[in-house]
């Protein structure tokens, strides 16, 4: 054999196994037996368009869970609202039982011994009367200031052309919401309901402790309150006469506040701090 022929022999020889080494490397790398250590050369010597790199997964960002807005499930344009017995009662707070007024405690035994001569006591210092703008004078530098920091932190801003409270019995909380003129209502803050009795359902009627279901607005504001300052709430209101009428009920209660200190009994204790930034 002449030498033309033996390199062409030898060139078609190399040719093969070069081939064959590559498709055994491909098939080894990718299948599950341990390469020896003369494929695993031949495989490190493959082209960079040969080896397969794993393909990056995109993980596709979760969207920010957005709260609807809790004035989303009612209309807030309640027109005006029919309240003939709190303008009346607003005009002559002395007539509330509860709020104002502490009842004279007399006693009705009758004693045929002589009457004890009074031992000279310090009078007993009278409570004092406050108005409306005196009260809001005397809170407001400190509640206001706990206040915007509040709007600041919501970055609400301050001052709001309107507010809105949103009781939830179940979780004891009292939510603030504010806006601004033609804009939307923003949450400001949560506070916490210290104290408030009863449980599930509306206030039916006197005396059975039950925090109301329903809107309401604010009717009064109490200066003078037994439980620092209070808010008059307007229950009841048009829906609830009108259930009541159906029903047969006729003495609903009343007196219904968001006041101050920490012991309700039908009404939202908020503690006196909480209770001044929402009076």
């Given amino acids: 054999m002449n030498a033309n022929k033996r390199f062409t022999l030898v060139a078609i020889v190399l040719s093969c196994m070069t081939c064959a080494g590559t498709t055994l490397a491909l098939v080894s790398l990718d299948g599950p037996t341990r390469p020896t250590n003369s494929i695993v050369q031949q495989g490190d010597k493959l082209r960079p368009s040969l080896v397969v790199t794993p393909e990056r997964v995109r993980v596709p960002r979760p969207e920010p869970i957005m709260r609807p807005s809790r004035f989303s499930f009612f209309d807030t344009d309640f027109g005006d609202l029919d309240l003939p017995e709190a303008v009346e009662v607003a005009a002559n707070p002395e007539s509330w039982s509860v709020e104002v007024q502490e009842q004279p405690v007399t006693s009705t035994k009758q004693s045929n011994s002589k009457p004890k001569k009074l031992s000279r006591s310090p009078k007993k210092l009278r409570k004092r009367r406050y108005t409306l703008n005196q009260r809001l004078a005397e809170i407001s530098p ?138």
């Fill in 142 to 279: 400190a509640a206001l200031s706990r206040l915007k920091a509040k709007f600041e932190t919501a970055k609400v801003a301050w001052p709001p052309a309107e507010v809105a409270y949103i009781a939830i019995k179940d979780e004891k909380a009292l939510e603030l919401h504010a806006r601004t003129k033609e804009g939307v209502w923003t949450y400001v803050h949560r506070y916490r309901v210290l104290a408030a009795s009863g449980e599930r359902g509306p206030k039916l009627k006197r005396g059975d402790k039950q925090v109301p279901e329903g809107i309401y607005r604010i009717s009064y504001l109490n200066p003078n309150s037994a439980f620092h300052v209070s808010l008059r709430v307007s229950y009841p209101n048009a829906f609830d006469r009108k259930m009541a009428k159906k029903d047969g009920r006729k003495d609903l209660g009343g007196d219904i506040m968001i006041h101050g200190k920490n012991a309700s009994a039908g009404c939202l204790a908020m503690g006196d701090p909480s209770a001044e930034e929402l009076f």
